[in-house]
């Protein structure tokens, strides 16, 4: 046994450091994901052919788990660039826009807080860099310094909200926290993380913007409804869980039909807004990513199968035996380590803790907020 867990462990780490060389080997993550991943099961049920089928057993369950997070990722995906094709998030530009300059800051890195609670936090960091530099066409030092407020602000907004971040969402579908609960528990420490470094640099902001010259395009035919329907539909997911008790990747895919139900309907009619049509906007989805969720979830659950994860979390009770320290370190560790496998590593090594423990706040948190501690800690 033990020559399988080295096995899967170093299987593993080279997965991680194909994964982490991606720039400079030029091969894409999902692709190092996707073979660590089968090469992990594969290894498995080489080793053990008279248990395969318990290992079957147990790689359809986890394929349901993942399944269930995969397509919630690329529901939420799909809404976000039926926005992005109709400029929705030009609505909130123009708003903005009304801001003086004393006050646009604040204003920005609060709506990036509560926007990345509603879509991903690297969605959010690119749509609100890109507002910013329409709304403070100079000084790109300034922007540069501006746009580290509105990824910390990101990060924070996701670790909030059951839908904002992936890791939150993988707790929320994976039955360790509820939508209620974690809003709760996170918002007002989500919210400090974001406001404290927004008020540390605020004095020094104030007085070197430069006067506003906001500079956007017009938005597309009915952007403004299409932005609000994708928001509502979003925000509508926990409460159509709580109320029908369905997973809640249902409620994505009623608010991906009710949207493109209603896009079709506006524009059927209309020749020139074909390119607003939504299977031009699923053209734009970044596949590529949720192959790379797919291949790092499976990779995981083999490590589960096999007995690493275990051993790594009697390890870790060893090297910090507070729960809250391990945790802590874990979100340290976000910011070199991505989060969709640290969480999932977490979810199967603490699964005997309920749902709703303050450990799955913490780690939600920790994880969440960690990111935002070095450049290449979180995607945003």
Same mark, same amino acid.
Request: with cysteine; proline share 5%.
């Given at each position: 046994?033990?020559?399988?867990?080295?096995?899967?462990?170093?299987? =593993?780490?080279?997965?991680?450091?194909?994964?982490?060389?991606?720039?400079?080997?030029?091969?894409?993550?999902?692709?190092?994901?996707?073979?660590?991943?089968?090469?992990?099961?594969?290894?498995?049920?080489?080793?053990?052919?008279?248990?395969?089928?318990?290992?079957?057993?147990?790689?359809?369950?986890?394929?349901?788990?993942?399944?269930?997070?995969?397509?919630?990722?690329?529901?939420?995906?799909?809404?976000?660039?039926?926005?992005?094709?109709?400029?929705?998030?030009? #609505?909130?530009?123009?708003?903005?826009?009304?801001?003086?300059?004393?006050? +646009?800051?604040?204003?920005?890195?609060?709506?990036?807080?509560?926007?990345?609670?509603?879509?991903?936090?690297?969605?959010?960091?690119?749509?609100?860099?890109?507002?910013?530099?329409?709304?403070?066409?100079?000084?790109?030092?300034?922007?540069?310094?501006?746009?580290?407020?509105?990824?910390?602000?990101?990060?924070?907004?996701?670790?909030?909200?059951?839908?904002?971040?992936?890791?939150?969402?993988?707790?929320?579908?994976?039955?360790?926290?509820?939508?209620?609960?974690?809003?709760?528990?996170?918002?007002?420490?989500?919210?400090?993380?974001?406001?404290?470094?927004?008020?540390?640099?605020?004095?020094?902001?104030? =007085?070197?913007?430069?006067?506003?010259?906001?500079?956007?395009?017009?938005?597309?035919?009915?952007?403004? +409804?299409?932005?609000?329907?994708?928001?509502?539909?979003?925000?509508?997911?926990?409460?159509?869980?709580?109320?029908?008790?369905?997973?809640?990747? #249902?409620?994505?895919?009623?608010?991906?039909?009710?949207?493109?139900?209603?896009?079709?309907?506006?524009?059927?009619?209309?020749?020139?807004?074909?390119?607003?049509?939504?299977?031009?906007?699923?053209?734009?989805?970044?596949?590529?990513?949720?192959? #790379? #969720?797919?291949?790092?979830?499976?990779?995981?659950?083999?490590?589960?199968?096999?007995?690493?994860?275990?051993?790594?979390?009697?390890?870790?009770?060893?090297?910090?035996?507070?729960?809250?320290?391990?945790?802590?370190?874990?979100?340290?560790?976000?910011?070199?380590?991505?989060?969709?496998?640290?969480?999932?590593?977490?979810?199967?090594?603490?699964?005997?803790?309920?749902?709703?423990?303050?450990?799955?706040?913490?780690?939600?948190?920790?994880?969440?907020?960690?990111?935002?501690?070095?450049?290449?800690?979180?995607?945003?």
């Amino acid at each position: 046994m033990q020559t399988v867990i080295g096995g899967l462990s170093l299987l =593993f780490v080279a997965g991680y450091v194909l994964i982490a060389l991606e720039h400079f080997l030029r091969v894409n993550k999902s692709a190092s994901a996707l073979l660590t991943g089968v090469f992990c099961w594969g290894l498995l049920f080489l080793v053990f052919p008279q248990h395969r089928q318990e290992l079957m057993g147990e790689l359809s369950a986890h394929l349901a788990d993942i399944a269930g997070i995969v397509f919630f990722v690329l529901c939420a995906m799909a809404i976000v660039q039926i926005i992005q094709v109709h400029r929705g998030f030009l #609505f909130v530009a123009r708003w903005l826009s009304r801001y003086q300059r004393a006050s +646009l800051i604040g204003v920005v890195v609060l709506l990036t807080f509560l926007l990345s609670a509603v879509i991903d936090n690297l969605t959010t960091a690119l749509v609100m860099v890109a507002l910013l530099r329409g709304l403070i066409p100079e000084q790109a030092q300034l922007r540069k310094l501006v746009a580290g407020l509105i990824v910390i602000a990101a990060n924070a907004g996701g670790a909030w909200s059951p839908i904002g971040d992936v890791t939150t969402t993988m707790l929320w579908i994976g039955g360790h926290i509820h939508a209620g609960a974690i809003v709760r528990e996170l918002f007002l420490p989500a919210f400090v993380s974001a406001m404290v470094p927004l008020l540390v640099l605020l004095p020094w902001l104030r =007085f070197e913007l430069p006067a506003l010259a906001p500079s956007f395009l017009a938005p597309e035919p009915y952007a403004g +409804l299409v932005f609000s329907l994708g928001i509502a539909g979003l925000l509508s997911v926990p409460v159509f869980h709580t109320v029908t008790g369905l997973p809640p990747v #249902f409620g994505a895919f009623l608010a991906v039909g009710v949207l493109w139900s209603v896009t079709e309907l506006l524009h059927r009619r209309s020749p020139d807004h074909s390119h607003l049509r939504v299977h031009v906007a699923l053209q734009r989805v970044d596949v590529s990513t949720v192959l #790379f #969720f797919v291949g790092i979830l499976l990779a995981v659950d083999a490590l589960q199968t096999g007995h690493v994860l275990a051993h790594v979390a009697q390890w870790l009770d060893q090297l910090l035996p507070r729960r809250e320290m391990a945790v802590t370190f874990l979100g340290l560790i976000s910011a070199v380590v991505d989060n969709v496998p640290l969480t999932a590593a977490c979810m199967k090594m603490y699964s005997a803790y309920p749902p709703d423990h303050w450990l799955w706040f913490l780690l939600a948190y920790a994880v969440g907020t960690g990111g935002s501690i070095l450049v290449i800690g979180s995607a945003a």
